[in-house]
């Protein structure tokens, strides 16, 4: 098993856990099912990840708004992690005051400001504009990591990021033509959140090595989820739960098929086929975010919407090869 590194880190989306970098073995029996297996996660992890745009959404459609559905969201996931935690802690040592410290630091960007950043400006946006602009989180650790380490960006890299970048410009375009107010409002609001995650993974790369993914992904979600919870308490009277079914059983699956279950299917494909390849078939995400929301949410989509998601996804796939960002 090799020691997880950041650059690892780097090639996995938002919504991603961050999960130690397993490789495959070169050969053994069943290895092709095992590859097979592992993609399938991969891909599931990255639909149902996607998914939870499409949930947002549609809570918003029955009078809820983001700091509510956010605690809900993160009230059925916070069992779960706490569970996770338990079991993880149990195979590791204590932790120490710095890492718990630069825990809970994670688990606030990472988790709980890129959650509510992205929450909010699913209120203005589309959700496939939401989802390119989360893609471009590999592209912003990149230029994090660059500045932060000294680390020059290469030509290749460059291109990469620009093309990335047009790609958002495109499917921004396709928003306003479409019609819809505070369109810059949410689209800031989303990048926010990508930056918040890519600083979550530029900071996140020491930690990984000594706690392990699996405890630093439900420790730093436990912290999320508190803040969340607090927040709510903090800026919502309890009368706010007043809700229709409708937004409960969303919340449930939000919860639970588009949190919990792809941060573990996710893990468990990095530990079949790497997390290089586990954040290439990745890429589905927004693929799968343009065909759910022409089903569930009837936006519409044009040849702008995907001209920019090819982009952003050719940007993103070669900046995820580069593998000396961060050291």
Not at 113 to 138: H, K, N, Q, V
Not at 146 to 164: H, T
Not at 302 to 315: F, K
Request: charged share 10%.
């Amino acid at each position: 098993m090799t020691q997880p590194q950041a650059e690892d880190e780097l090639a996995q989306p938002l919504d991603v856990a961050p999960a130690e970098a397993v490789e495959a073995p070169q050969a053994r029996p069943g290895l092709h099912a095992v590859s097979r297996s592992g993609l399938l996660l991969a891909a599931m992890g990255a639909i149902a990840f996607s998914g939870k745009a499409i949930i947002v959404k549609l809570g918003y459609r029955y009078g809820a708004d983001a700091v509510t559905l956010l605690a809900l969201r993160m009230l059925v996931a916070f069992p779960f992690f706490l569970l996770m935690g338990l079991w993880a802690a149990r195979r590791s040592a204590a932790l120490s005051k710095d890492d718990l410290g630069r825990i809970l630091l994670l688990g606030f960007l990472g988790y709980y400001l890129a959650s509510f950043l992205d929450f909010a400006g699913l209120a203005y946006i589309t959700a496939t504009l939401e989802r390119l602009i989360l893609y471009l989180t590999p592209t912003l650790a990149a230029l994090i990591g660059g500045l932060a380490f000294r680390k020059r960006i290469s030509r290749r890299q460059a291109w990469a990021l620009g093309v990335s970048y047009a790609g958002v410009a495109l499917a921004f375009g396709h928003d306003l033509q479409a019609g819809g107010s505070n369109i810059a409002l949410g689209s800031v609001l989303v990048f926010g959140s990508a930056l918040a995650y890519a600083l979550y993974l530029v900071g996140s790369g020491e930690v990984v090595a000594r706690v392990g993914a699996v405890r630093l992904t439900a420790y730093a979600s436990s912290v999320a989820s508190v803040l969340c919870l607090l927040q709510f308490l903090l800026l919502r009277p309890l009368g706010a739960l007043v809700l229709p079914w409708e937004v409960y059983a969303l919340s449930l699956v939000n919860g639970t098929l588009c949190t919990v279950l792809p941060v573990l299917a996710v893990m468990m494909a990095v530990a079949r086929i790497g997390s290089a390849l586990a954040a290439q078939v990745g890429m589905i995400g927004p693929v799968s975010t343009i065909v759910l929301s022409l089903l569930l949410l009837g936006e519409p989509v044009g040849p702008w919407q995907v001209a920019g998601t090819v982009l952003v996804m050719a940007g993103v796939f070669v900046v995820s090869q580069q593998k000396a960002i961060v050291r």
